[in-house]
């Protein structure tokens, strides 16, 4: 039969002739055939299937192949062995190489007819072997599909265990090697359908074997973040993607994102391809993908990455828009890149030439889908150009070409820029001066956190916020580039101007930090806080001695534009607001006129009435905890110089600290139970508090010439303007020898009444210019017996006894006390649970007027509270005032939730409200306030302190900034937008020496504030570093 089969496909018989041959042959296979003519019809329908010269000798070779194989099936088993397998997979079949596809189809027809055979199986144990071997050796996609066809058929070939592990390695490595380079629609769709066949083959695989994905798509990503010039993995590799589980791509993205090992250039590597990978036809969730590794990268604010991948990508991804198979898919991924770098308009410009005629196209191809896909393509140019307005030249033609299509609202358009920015701010500068437009949604700028520079940056902020005081320093013309009110002043300038979303105060934390603060640890902001506004009172006192001495030589501050406010006058600038007035001439510094007060404390001997007074300047209060609002065994408290109640001033007064122990075996516990939280009034009042020293601290009367009991009262003759409270949370253990922190939450009204007293012509028993008062004693029982809100009688009691001994030493009348009224400005939060760890962040009142007054309803609230026909000795107490929610909260329209309070968080600023301010600590127990700062207020027709700010210390409106700062802030941008240009071009910037590593913030709604970490503690805490250059500052 073999010689007739032989004989037949090499004559010249017509084709039917030799069709009903070949079936008689066929046929034949039914009848009992010897082993040797068996053999001899599989070696030459072996020859033909694999070596025929064309169609028709493999199909008859096939043919007859298969119908003796099923009828003597046992000769076949013994023909088609193991051996034999292993020899065409090895050495392939004569001339016909061991790689060729016609192999893996010949094997795959023989496994069919010896399925049920025993022998299969050990030809099986060969095949997972050798299919191993083949991917390896990097087949071809034909090949590679063929051998799909064959594993998916025979599922008992592929690889088990580690050996199929490293088999779906290799064949996703194997994909990345497929290359097509055919340009005729036929070819690209063939190569098409065989990169499927193998992807499908993969799936299959994980869908058997799970454990199999996750080793293949570390594959997948040590593949596309390769840095190797000559590898240029294939976009073929974006066939598996539509087969990996979406639900992964959560948990994937962050293990990659989070993991320190993967450098920013493989990450950059692996982004760009990717995005390639958005040109691969057919592949569902590439854009899925692709946006989830931006947000994840995000997440982590690995910026560098963000910037060079869209500087590199933005014209390939906008280029896919042409092809409406891959259209919407590119259209996600292009609107969540430009939508995301908003810092700069130059993704959207190297886009914009463009605009025009993919419009024109989609308007003309007559497509359905190209109908609808237009007004969503518009809708992201028109949000484009409205961040990056003042391009006219840019954008004239393409408003021409889409003017006849709907434009999304302005409200909507904010809506759409604010969904998915990971930095979003942007300047303009309009008559020759920097106006914000949109920075962020807040418009304000964070402070990088430098290595535990928490606290300098919520100070920072906070004084910021202090209207009035920035407004004055910026107005100042100050020469000295050295100075640090100079170094102050370029700071607030940058905060109110810069493009960066956080700016990074490197020269401004070099100059102001304290010799005695170690770099890189944790420090108390409220240290920080009077050590700053000591050193710029000492400054400006330092350069007003010079002034009076040299009044001809040119000062660093020019003294011809301003006065020692800063007040710039009408005749140097033309800009100045009108209602601004020449200030007095005091010669009180800016600090002393912002954050200066007086404070006299009066000691009265109890057995001759006799009073010593002594005046004394302060910048800020410190309130300790009463006793009783502790247990009786709570360890005293104390602030950041162990005082935990006293007088808080540095060398800006020249005055010293006055300490006031109270030790704990005298705390008369307060019942703890049915009694409102403690409040800021309530500290307040305990710190003006009379108190008795007696026994061991008994007042040496210079009258009396002994020992007496005494009376000790500090009382508040001068307001400042800015009234800063520092609340003594931190207490020393003494049993455990630790600072611990007082964690009980303190009601903080947003606005309070201070009793500020005008202090007669008395006389008194010692001289009022004595030295500061050494008074060491504990307060008696007698005195901490007293509630903290004593009943009116009582109050009226004890001011009567008071001015009874005070009118037989006086010449005078009474002293006369003002209640005057202060609205919270901001206040900084402390979150940890000691004085060694923890973070800080600020909140600050969004003030939106020109005047930088409080809400109307202020005035309405203090007027009415005033004017109510208050006794006396009401006003002699400190009490806080409440703001109904329709009064204070409300906006103006009233249909928006308010915006009235910002929280600043390092680098991450948001809006918040004075509910969220209030409920911090109820939240978030570990988080409570620690400084608070109150701006007081005047009522229309009160003049207070003499007038003061009646006479212009109040600026009506912000400075314009000077030439000098202007032009350091439009260099600054310039070279922001020049550096992610260059460097998004510049492999070398890409080594992991310019990564970047940021402490992530926490959420106003959902976590706390200051929560960085399962300790709660941030950027104080030691992961806020930031280790690269200037421009990685957002």
Same mark, same amino acid.
């Given at each position: 039969?073999?010689?007739?089969?032989?004989?037949?496909?090499?004559?010249?018989?017509?084709?039917?002739?030799?069709?009903?041959?070949?079936?008689?042959?066929?046929?034949?296979?039914?009848?009992?055939?010897?082993?040797?003519?068996?053999?001899?019809?599989?070696?030459?329908?072996?020859?033909?299937?694999?070596?025929?010269?064309?169609?028709?000798?493999?199909?008859?070779?096939?043919?007859?192949?298969?119908?003796?194989?099923?009828?003597?099936?046992?000769?076949?088993?013994?023909?088609?062995?193991?051996?034999?397998?292993?020899?065409?997979?090895?050495?392939?079949?004569?001339?016909?190489?061991?790689?060729?596809?016609?192999?893996?189809?010949?094997?795959?027809?023989?496994?069919?007819?010896?399925?049920?055979?025993?022998?299969?199986?050990?030809?099986?144990?060969?095949?997972?072997?050798?299919?191993?071997?083949?991917?390896?050796?990097?087949?071809?996609?034909?090949?590679?599909?063929?051998?799909?066809?064959?594993?998916?058929?025979?599922?008992?070939?592929?690889?088990?265990?580690?050996?199929?592990?490293?088999?779906?390695?290799?064949?996703?490595?194997?994909?990345?090697?497929?290359?097509?380079?055919?340009?005729?629609?036929?070819?690209?769709?063939?190569?098409?359908?065989?990169?499927?066949?193998?992807?499908?083959?993969?799936?299959?695989?994980?869908?058997?074997?799970?454990?199999?994905?996750?080793?293949?798509?570390?594959?997948?990503?040590?593949?596309?973040?390769?840095?190797?010039?000559?590898?240029?993995?294939?976009?073929?590799?974006?066939?598996?993607?539509?087969?990996?589980?979406?639900?992964?791509?959560?948990?994937?993205?962050?293990?990659?994102?989070?993991?320190?090992?993967?450098?920013?250039?493989?990450?950059?590597?692996?982004?760009?391809?990717?995005?390639?990978?958005?040109?691969?036809?057919?592949?569902?969730?590439?854009?899925?993908?692709?946006?989830?590794?931006?947000?994840?990268?995000?997440?982590?604010?690995?910026?560098?990455?963000?910037?060079?991948?869209?500087?590199?990508?933005?014209?390939?991804?906008?280029?896919?828009?042409?092809?409406?198979?891959?259209?919407?898919?590119?259209?996600?991924?292009?609107?969540?890149?430009?939508?995301?770098?908003?810092?700069?308009?130059?993704?959207?410009?190297?886009?914009?030439?463009?605009?025009?005629?993919?419009?024109?196209?989609?308007?003309?191809?007559?497509?359905?889908?190209?109908?609808?896909?237009?007004?969503?393509?518009?809708?992201?140019?028109?949000?484009?150009?409205?961040?990056?307005?003042?391009?006219?030249?840019?954008?004239?033609?393409?408003?021409?070409?889409?003017?006849? #299509?709907?434009?999304?609202? =302005? $409200? +909507?358009?904010? *809506?759409?820029?604010?969904? /998915? &920015?990971?930095?979003?701010?942007?300047?303009?500068?309009?008559?020759?001066?920097?106006?914000?437009?949109?920075?962020?949604?807040?418009?304000?700028?964070?402070?990088?956190?430098?290595?535990?520079?928490?606290?300098?940056?919520?100070?920072?902020?906070?004084?910021?916020?202090?209207?009035?005081?920035?407004?004055?320093?910026?107005?100042?013309?100050?020469?000295?580039?050295?100075?640090?009110?100079?170094?102050?002043?370029?700071?607030?300038?940058?905060?109110?101007?810069?493009?960066?979303?956080?700016?990074?105060?490197?020269?401004?934390?070099?100059?102001?930090?304290?010799?005695?603060?170690?770099?890189?640890?944790?420090?108390?902001?409220?240290?920080?806080?009077?050590?700053? #506004?000591?050193?710029?009172? =000492? $400054? +400006?006192?330092? *350069?007003?001695?010079?002034? /009076? &001495?040299?009044?001809?030589?040119?000062?660093?501050?020019?003294?011809?534009?301003?006065?020692?406010?800063?007040?710039?006058?009408?005749?140097?600038?033309?800009?100045?607001?009108?209602?601004?007035?020449?200030?007095?001439?005091?010669?009180?510094?800016?600090?002393?006129?912002?954050?200066?007060?007086?404070?006299?404390?009066?000691?009265?001997?109890?057995?001759?009435?006799?009073?010593?007074?002594?005046?004394?300047?302060?910048?800020?209060?410190?309130?300790?905890?009463?006793?009783?609002?502790?247990?009786?065994?709570?360890?005293?408290?104390?602030?950041?110089?162990?005082?935990?109640?006293?007088?808080?001033?540095?060398?800006?007064?020249?005055?010293?600290?006055?300490?006031?122990?109270?030790?704990?075996?005298?705390?008369?516990?307060?019942?703890?139970?049915?009694?409102?939280?403690?409040?800021?009034?309530?500290?307040?009042?305990?710190?003006?508090?009379?108190?008795?020293?007696?026994?061991?601290?008994?007042?040496?009367?210079?009258?009396?010439?002994?020992?007496?009991?005494?009376?000790?009262?500090?009382?508040?003759?001068?307001?400042?303007?800015?009234?800063?409270?520092?609340?003594?949370?931190?207490?020393?253990?003494?049993?455990?020898?630790?600072?611990?922190?007082?964690?009980?939450?303190?009601?903080?009204?947003?606005?309070?009444?201070?009793?500020?007293?005008?202090?007669?012509?008395?006389?008194?028993?010692?001289?009022?210019?004595?030295?500061?008062?050494?008074?060491?004693?504990?307060?008696?029982?007698?005195?901490?017996?007293?509630?903290?809100?004593?009943?009116?009688?009582?109050?009226?009691?004890?001011?009567?006894?008071?001015?009874?001994?005070?009118?037989?030493?006086?010449?005078?009348?009474?002293?006369?006390?003002?209640?005057?009224?202060?609205?919270?400005?901001?206040?900084?939060?402390?979150?940890?649970?000691?004085?060694?760890?923890?973070?800080?962040?600020?909140?600050?009142?969004?003030?939106?007027?020109?005047?930088?007054?409080?809400?109307?309803?202020?005035?309405?609230?203090?007027?009415?509270?005033?004017?109510?026909?208050?006794?006396?000795?009401?006003?002699?107490?400190?009490?806080?005032?409440?703001?109904?929610?329709?009064?204070?909260?409300?906006?103006?329209?009233?249909?928006?939730?308010?915006?009235?309070?910002?929280?600043?968080?390092?680098?991450?600023?948001?809006?918040?409200?004075?509910?969220?301010?209030?409920?911090?600590?109820?939240?978030?127990?570990?988080?409570?306030?620690?400084?608070?700062?109150?701006?007081?207020?005047?009522?229309?027709?009160?003049?207070?302190?003499?007038?003061?700010?009646?006479?212009?210390?109040?600026?009506?409106?912000?400075?314009?900034?000077?030439?000098?700062?202007?032009?350091?802030?439009?260099?600054?941008?310039?070279?922001?937008?020049?550096?992610?240009?260059?460097?998004?071009?510049?492999?070398?910037?890409?080594?992991?020496?310019?990564?970047?590593?940021?402490?992530?913030?926490?959420?106003?709604?959902?976590?706390?504030?200051?929560?960085?970490?399962?300790?709660?503690?941030?950027?104080?805490?030691?992961?806020?570093?930031?280790?690269?250059?200037?421009?990685?500052?957002?």
């Amino acid at each position: 039969m073999d010689k007739i089969l032989e004989g037949l496909v090499s004559s010249d018989h017509s084709v039917p002739v030799k069709k009903a041959i070949v079936k008689m042959v066929v046929e034949a296979a039914e009848k009992e055939v010897t082993e040797e003519q068996c053999q001899s019809l599989f070696n030459l329908t072996t020859r033909l299937v694999l070596l025929g010269e064309d169609a028709f000798q493999r199909h008859i070779g096939l043919q007859v192949l298969d119908a003796y194989a099923r009828y003597h099936r046992p000769e076949f088993e013994r023909f088609f062995s193991k051996d034999f397998v292993l020899t065409l997979l090895q050495q392939g079949y004569g001339q016909l190489d061991r790689k060729d596809p016609a192999i893996i189809d010949y094997i795959h027809c023989c496994l069919r007819l010896l399925i049920s055979c025993p022998s299969v199986l050990e030809i099986f144990s060969v095949i997972q072997v050798e299919v191993l071997r083949m991917v390896c050796e990097r087949p071809e996609p034909a090949l590679c599909a063929r051998l799909n066809t064959l594993l998916s058929d025979f599922v008992q070939c592929i690889p088990r265990d580690k050996s199929g592990i490293l088999f779906c390695q290799q064949l996703v490595r194997t994909i990345s090697y497929f290359h097509c380079f055919a340009s005729q629609e036929r070819e690209l769709s063939e190569y098409v359908g065989q990169v499927t066949k193998v992807s499908t083959l993969l799936q299959n695989i994980w869908k058997a074997d799970p454990a199999t994905l996750l080793p293949s798509l570390q594959e997948v990503f040590a593949i596309i973040s390769s840095t190797d010039p000559s590898f240029d993995p294939s976009i073929a590799l974006a066939s598996l993607v539509q087969h990996i589980p979406v639900h992964m791509i959560t948990v994937l993205i962050k293990s990659l994102t989070t993991d320190h090992n993967v450098k920013d250039a493989s990450m950059t590597k692996a982004l760009c391809r990717m995005i390639d990978w958005l040109s691969w036809p057919l592949a569902q969730h590439v854009d899925t993908w692709v946006i989830a590794l931006l947000k994840g990268l995000a997440a982590v604010q690995k910026f560098t990455i963000l910037i060079d991948v869209t500087l590199l990508k933005i014209e390939l991804v906008f280029s896919r828009l042409w092809y409406p198979i891959v259209r919407q898919g590119a259209l996600t991924v292009l609107s969540h890149m430009l939508l995301s770098f908003q810092h700069s308009p130059e993704a959207f410009h190297l886009v914009v030439p463009r605009v025009v005629d993919l419009v024109q196209s989609l308007r003309t191809d007559g497509l359905p889908s190209s109908k609808a896909f237009l007004p969503q393509f518009t809708e992201l140019i028109h949000c484009m150009m409205y961040q990056y307005s003042g391009f006219p030249d840019l954008y004239d033609h393409i408003l021409e070409a889409i003017k006849d #299509l709907p434009k999304p609202g =302005e $409200e +909507e358009i904010k *809506l759409v820029l604010n969904k /998915s &920015a990971w930095t979003s701010q942007t300047n303009s500068f309009a008559s020759g001066l920097l106006r914000q437009i949109g920075k962020s949604e807040t418009g304000k700028t964070g402070l990088v956190n430098l290595g535990n520079t928490c606290y300098m940056n919520s100070i920072i902020q906070t004084l910021f916020m202090a209207t009035d005081f920035r407004r004055h320093v910026l107005s100042l013309h100050i020469n000295g580039s050295n100075m640090l009110m100079k170094k102050l002043q370029m700071l607030f300038a940058f905060l109110a101007h810069t493009q960066r979303a956080a700016y990074a105060p490197r020269n401004f934390l070099e100059a102001s930090r304290p010799p005695w603060f170690n770099v890189g640890s944790q420090q108390d902001c409220s240290e920080y806080l009077r050590f700053l #506004l000591d050193r710029l009172h =000492e $400054e +400006e006192k330092t *350069l007003q001695v010079l002034e /009076s &001495a040299k009044p001809k030589v040119a000062s660093p501050v020019d003294t011809s534009s301003t006065d020692p406010t800063g007040q710039t006058t009408p005749e140097e600038s033309e800009e100045s607001s009108p209602a601004e007035t020449k200030p007095r001439k005091d010669g009180r510094t800016l600090i002393e006129t912002m954050f200066g007060g007086n404070l006299i404390t009066g000691i009265r001997c109890m057995q001759c009435n006799c009073i010593s007074e002594k005046e004394e300047p302060f910048t800020d209060l410190s309130l300790a905890f009463c006793p009783s609002a502790t247990s009786q065994d709570s360890p005293k408290p104390e602030g950041p110089l162990e005082e935990p109640k006293g007088l808080c001033q540095g060398s800006v007064n020249g005055g010293s600290e006055i300490p006031d122990p109270v030790p704990a075996s005298n705390v008369i516990p307060m019942p703890a139970t049915n009694e409102p939280p403690l409040s800021v009034p309530d500290l307040v009042n305990y710190f003006l508090a009379p108190e008795i020293l007696d026994e061991e601290n008994a007042y040496f009367c210079d009258k009396c010439s002994s020992l007496q009991r005494a009376e000790r009262t500090m009382k508040v003759v001068s307001a400042p303007e800015y009234l800063i409270l520092t609340l003594l949370r931190f207490s020393y253990d003494a049993k455990c020898h630790v600072r611990r922190k007082i964690l009980e939450n303190v009601t903080i009204p947003p606005l309070m009444r201070l009793p500020v007293y005008t202090p007669p012509t008395p006389t008194h028993c010692s001289s009022s210019t004595s030295s500061p008062l050494q008074v060491d004693s504990p307060e008696s029982s007698e005195n901490l017996a007293k509630k903290l809100k004593p009943s009116q009688k009582d109050e009226e009691e004890e001011e009567k006894d008071r001015i009874d001994g005070a009118e037989q030493i006086t010449r005078g009348g009474e002293m006369s006390v003002q209640s005057v009224p202060y609205v919270l400005s901001s206040l900084v939060m402390h979150s940890g649970i000691s004085s060694e760890s923890g973070h800080y962040y600020s909140y600050g009142r969004n003030i939106n007027g020109a005047d930088g007054t409080q809400h109307p309803a202020n005035h309405f609230a203090l007027k009415e509270d005033l004017g109510n026909g208050q006794a006396e000795s009401s006003l002699s107490t400190c009490s806080g005032l409440t703001i109904t929610p329709e009064q204070g909260d409300r906006p103006p329209n009233g249909s928006q939730e308010a915006k009235d309070w910002l929280l600043f968080n390092d680098s991450r600023v948001t809006f918040s409200s004075f509910q969220s301010v209030q409920n911090i600590t109820n939240r978030f127990p570990k988080d409570t306030a620690y400084v608070l700062m109150y701006r007081k207020q005047e009522l229309p027709g009160q003049s207070i302190n003499g007038g003061v700010m009646a006479n212009g210390m109040r600026l009506n409106a912000e400075p314009p900034l000077q030439k000098e700062l202007l032009d350091a802030i439009i260099k600054d941008n310039k070279l922001y937008l020049q550096e992610q240009e260059l460097n998004a071009r510049t492999q070398a910037l890409q080594a992991p020496s310019s990564s970047c590593s940021f402490r992530p913030n926490g959420s106003d709604d959902n976590n706390p504030p200051g929560s960085c970490g399962p300790s709660g503690g941030g950027g104080g805490g030691g992961g806020g570093g930031f280790n690269t250059i200037s421009r990685l500052v957002f």
